[in-house]
Every structure is written in C-alpha cells, then in structure tokens.
C-alpha cells in the first residue's frame, strides 16, 4: 500500500542572503519541474521563512531606465535590492515579514494560474482571521505592485496591502510565492517612495502598511502558527497530511 501524499512544511531558520533565498525557490523549482519530465512524483513544499530586508523588483522593473538609481535607493536604505523571475512590481519585505513559498507539481500548472491566485489569496485571508485581522481580496488603488488578488486590510485611515503574491509556471509544476507584511511598516513605506519614484510609477504610500495597522499587537510568529493551522486544513481538504521536513540547505544559512 503506497504512503498517502504529503505536504511538507519547512521553516527556514536562517536567511541565505537576499538573493540566495530567492535563487533558492528556483531552483527547487527545477527539481519539481524535472521530475514532472521523468514521471517521478514528489510530494508538495512549503518553505516559510522570514527574509532579510529586501526589495524585490520584478523584470520589468529591471529594464526601465531609473532602475539603477531605484536600486541605489534601496541599499541606501538598508534594503538588498534583487530582481525574482516571478512576476510583478517592485515589493518590499523586512523581519516584520514572512515569506511563503508552495512548491508543487501539477500537470496543467499553466491554465490553473488563476483560480490558483484567488485559491490562495483567500487562503491568506483566512489565515489572518485567526489572528483577529479582517482581510479581503482585492487590488487597493495605488498600491505597490498591484493586483487583482492582493490581501488587503482595512487599516484606520486607507486600506492597506496585507500580503502579495507571484508565481513562476513551468512545464509539470509551479511556484506559488507570497510575501506577507505582520508588523512595521514604515521602513518598507520609506524604502517603496522612493524606489517608485525612481522608477517612474505611480504608489500611492497609504498603501504600504502591515497587519499590525489593523489589528496592534500582532507578530509574526503569530502569523505562522496560524498559516500553519489553515494550511493543515487545506491540506485535509485536499487529501494531504502535512509533515515536518527538515531541509540541510534551510538551517545551514550564513547570513544573520
């Protein structure tokens, strides 16, 4: 009798470095997408983690003239700046973030984008009402790399941008990527100003805020129990049983 599916879950202890926890999805990514090429199954992958200051501009970003000085502005805040090879705009994470990358292989990856976005999206919401948080799905005029999916919340004076996310499709699987922002939120409103304004886009800085705007207290250690817990339920409503995986290249990073 063949072991039931699993979804495997594991927390990276410590960062690799900015860039090295990006390349890192990737190139998991590759592993899922050669499998899928030799027929050999592997069970899904979550990777959470909590990133160094970053901002991850998207391709798109990278070829518009004021790149460069965009770049500049982030290190001048203390932000690495780096460029993902799934989509979007310039975002921003810090330690007041946690980052969640789903890896899986799927055999139609690239027609189910989509509804694999809302299924997700209202995931996450579901995952901060059990912190107490109000959430919605929806993009929030001006807002920072913007989309449709966007988490958002309703923070006193103007909603802001709970949680985003991006995904990289390839032939057999996906990587479905999610930043969400648990608490401070200045540094990350300082850092986007100015990086946008670098870039020549328009973002509107109300936008850029975090859970703790909409409900004070909140942390993220907080936030990963409760993804975990609505994780598990998702998975059961899936056929999966989530175990603990311990990954050599997650709990050996170099970097602080």
Known sequence: MSAAPRLRWAVQERTLGAADDLDWAMD????????????????DLIRVYVPEPT???????????GF????????????APVVRRAGGRAAAYHHGCLV???????????????????EFADLFVRAF?????????GEIPGEYCPG????????????????????????????FSTH????????????????YRELGLDMDPRTAGAAEDVRPGVSVPAFAVAL?????????????????????????????
């Open 129 to 137: 009402a059990r912190m107490d948080v109000p959430a919605s799905v």
């Open 68 to 79: 460069a000085a965009a770049a500049a502005a982030a290190r001048a805040h203390g932000f």
């Open 180 to 195: 969400v922002v648990v608490s401070d939120p200045a540094p990350l409103r300082a850092v986007l100003v100015d990086v």
């Open 100 to 118: 969640v990358d789903h890896l899986s292989q799927q055999e139609d990856a690239a027609l189910t984008q989509q509804a694999r976005f809302a």
């Open 148 to 175: 449709e999916f966007s988490v958002q919340g309703p923070a006193p004076t103007y909603p802001v941008k709970l949680a985003g996310s991006a995904q990289r499709v390839v032939k057999g699987a996906f990587l």
């Open 28 to 43: 998991e990514l590759a592993v899922f997408r050669a499998a899928a090429a030799e027929g050999r199954a592997l069970d």
């Open 228 to 256: 975990r817990e609505e994780y598990t339920a998702w998975a059961a409503a899936a056929g999966l049983e989530v175990v603990d995986e311990q990954l050599a290249v997650l709990t050996a990073g170099t970097a602080g």
């Open 55 to 65: 901002v991850a501009f998207g391709q798109r970003d990278a070829r518009l003239p």
